[in-house]
């Protein structure tokens, strides 16, 4: 789930101007250029604590090793002043989430921060380690996301360091299976809809995406769910096939499904892949969900096909109507056949882009301009896979406010160091404006 697409072109990188942001003394609000200086002089410390992360192996199945991470990362926000609960999650299978919470003055905006402290890196991994070139550190994770839970703690410490948490209502949430969810994924993120329900706006620290070398902002997700058609039909002998007394029997009627959905159903923002397919006399999904037996002979008409896809959208009204299109397509069988389509409830909801995102961004592009970086677009939302804040969706919410990096879920992932800083100064600076914005909810 995933940060898919990083887009980070290492070439531009070289072109791209540096982020080089003006000295704190250029800031006019004090606590603000507190937070800034306290970000630059506790660097080297934001850099080892990420290396001690990195260096522990939490793949989401080593659970261990994600409790472990967690553990390393309880006295950071105790010593801050949160009370931090570690909520086991053996139920699902699953080690467990971490989450932190501070109570401010109750006025304020009470602000959600997401992060996970799984990888898909499991002990069996060939990847493992920690290496650092200049500002370039590669490590399981570094980008998807040690580094982003290194900006939440770096961020908060600024405020610490400034005064402005004392007031602020935060809540941490940091899940231990982003890469893997438990299921059911109802029960596996129980806590983190809820302490949505109890904020106002949510700050999502996955990687940062960029275009072009330039950071862009991201204020939408796509939703990650699945389908599987079952379709059946009468069987015989080939020489009849496609004769009014036989029919074309269940391969032709799933093939007659799956074009349709090719050809028909393209709109923007909407993908919806066929990941796997089988036909036959007989044919059926084996219980992993990872593809399945099929038999059947060239002269004997298919009885039974069956096909597994994704469906990513972009708002839950892009989902009802797709599905509602899908449904009407399997519908239109072909004589002496019958099909029929299931969509999995278990999947990830889309966090659209909504004007309360929007207005969000525009708040951390006030922040940039105080700190003398530039505008943040927003990014193409098709370029990021789902993520946890969309199960928070029903608050305004942004993501992305991690690292940027290179290479996620794959041996060699990198993250850019330099924007560990720029990154936490721009949460310690909106988190703080935002904690003195009125409550939106009593
Ligand atoms: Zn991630």
């Known amino acids: ?52 992360l990195v260096r522990v192996n939490s793949g989401t199945m080593n659970l261990a090793g994600v409790e472990r991470v967690g553990q390393m990362l309880r006295p950071e926000f105790e010593q801050l002043g949160f009370q931090v609960r570690w909520i086991p999650m053996a139920k699902v299978g699953r080690a467990g989430h971490l989450i932190a919470t501070h109570k401010g003055d109750g006025k304020g905006k009470r602000i959600l921060l997401i992060g996970h402290l799984d990888t898909v890196f499991e002990p069996d ?24 839970d290194v900006v939440i703690v770096s961020a ?24 893997k969810p438990g299921e059911p994924l109802a029960v596996a993120r129980e806590d983190l809809i809820a302490a949505g329900r109890a904020s106002d706006v949510a700050l999502d620290f996955e990687g940062l995406s960029q275009a ?8 939408a997700r796509r939703s990650s769910t699945s389908w599987t058609i079952r379709a059946r039909a009468k069987s015989g002998h080939s020489s009849g096939v496609c004769k009014p007394n036989a029919g074309c029997g269940a391969i032709y009627e799933l093939a007659r499904i799956v074009d349709a959905f090719r050809r028909e159903l393209p709109e923007p923002n909407l993908t919806y892949n066929v990941g796997v397919i089988l036909g036959g006399t007989e044919a059926g999904l084996n219980a992993e969900d990872t593809g399945g037996q099929a038999s059947g002979k060239p002269n004997v008409i298919a009885g039974e096909a069956v096909a597994r896809g994704d469906i990513r959208t972009l708002s839950p009204e892009q989902e009802a109507r797709v599905r509602a299109r899908m449904q009407a397509i399997v519908a239109a069988h072909l004589d002496k056949a019958e099909a029929e389509i299931e969509f999995s409830d278990d999947g ?38 789902a993520g946890d804040i969309s199960f ?20 060699g992932e990198t993250a850019d160091l330099t924007s560990l800083d720029r990154q936490a100064k721009r949460a310690a600076l909106l988190i703080t404006r935002l904690s003195r914005e009125p409550r939106a909810k009593p």
């Open 1 to 52: 789930m995933r940060l898919s697409a990083v887009v980070a072109l290492a070439v531009l990188a070289v072109a791209t101007p540096s982020f080089a942001a003006p000295k704190a003394a250029a800031i006019s609000d004090a606590a603000e250029r507190k937070m800034v200086a306290t970000i630059d002089a506790e660097r080297e410390r934001n850099v080892q604590l990420l290396e001690a």
């Open 125 to 148: 991994s060939p990847f493992q380690g920690w290496t650092r070139k200049g500002d370039i550190v590669e490590g399981p994770g570094v980008g998807d996301m040690k580094g982003g």
């Open 156 to 179: 908060l410490r600024a405020m610490h360091a400034a005064g402005t948490l004392k007031r602020a209502d935060i809540t941490v949430v940091l899940t231990g299976d982003e890469e």
């Open 212 to 219: 072009g070398g330039k950071d862009v902002g991201s204020i």
């Open 348 to 385: 990830y909801p889309p966090m659209a882009p909504t004007a309360g995102n929007r207005a969000l961004l525009a708040k951390l592009n006030a922040v940039n301009a105080t700190l003398g970086l530039p505008e943040m677009p927003a990014g193409d939302p098709a370029n990021r896979g």
């Open 392 to 411: 928070v969706a029903f608050i305004d919410g942004l993501v992305g406010m991690g690292m940027a990096g290179e290479g996620s879920h794959a041996p």
